[in-house]
T-cell receptor, first 108, second 114 residues
């Protein structure tokens, strides 16, 4: 069964500190993985996807197939990074599975 | 085109009533998805269309739920005989099938069943 687990519901860091939001997945094939973000009073939007190996707003995420993880990292958190973050994967049936989300708060 | 739109944004209904939601995707997108999100959870996949064909349905989608996309453009999601457990945010997303499956989300319809 395909499943996405985000073990932390809440994460709080100070501005300028590194941040890592954890994501683990279970999937029998080769999944397509994403991080979505939802800022306050805005709609859900794509932050980044593993296939393009890009850095968006200073965030990166590396797919580790051995550990079945896709953790999201940023070396220096900013207050505007405060938001809800969802890890997601697309399986063979094109159905996207989301984790429960992590609420990141960056304190000044 | 200002992105995916959903109507209504809020719906309050009494248990047992039928409700219908509408989603207008980004015009050039051929895929359309419906999700349900409850408090403290991520969006849960319900169903998706490629053009007018409904290609996948979740087991979450009971027989009280039906979705259509008659002309491959807008879609409707109907819930018959609503129950209090149907109270949730219903999200629609669209994408263009290709190498990158980026889904663009609408603002959602919040359903409250009294």
């Amino acid at each position: 069964a395909q499943r996405v687990t985000q073990p932390e519901k809440l994460l709080s860091v100070f501005k300028g500190a590194p941040v890592e939001l954890k994501c683990n997945y279970s999937y029998s094939g080769s999944p397509e993985l994403f991080w979505y973000v939802q800022y306050s009073r805005q709609r859900l939007q794509l932050l980044l996807r593993h296939i393009s190996r890009e850095s968006i707003k200073g965030f990166t995420a590396d797919l580790n197939k051995g550990e079945t993880s896709f953790h999201l990292k940023k070396p220096f958190a900013q207050e505007e990074d405060s938001a809800m973050y969802y890890c997601a994967l697309i399986g063979n049936n094109n159905d996207m599975r989301f984790g429960a989300g992590t609420r990141l708060t960056v304190k000044p | 085109d200002t992105g995916v739109s959903q109507d209504p944004r809020h719906k309050i209904t009494k248990r047992g009533q039928n409700v219908t939601f509408r989603c207008d995707p980004i015009s050039e997108h051929n895929r359309l998805y419906w999700y349900r999100q409850t408090l403290g959870q991520g969006p849960e996949f319900l169903t998706y269309f490629q053009n007018e064909a409904q290609l996948e349905k979740s087991r979450l989608l009971s027989d009280r739920f039906s979705a259509e996309r008659p002309k491959g453009s807008f879609s409707t999601l109907e819930i018959q005989r609503t129950e209090q457990g149907d109270s949730a945010m219903y999200l629609c997303a669209s994408s263009f099938a290709g190498l990158y499956n980026e889904q663009f989300f609408g603002p959602g319809t919040r359903l409250t069943v009294l």
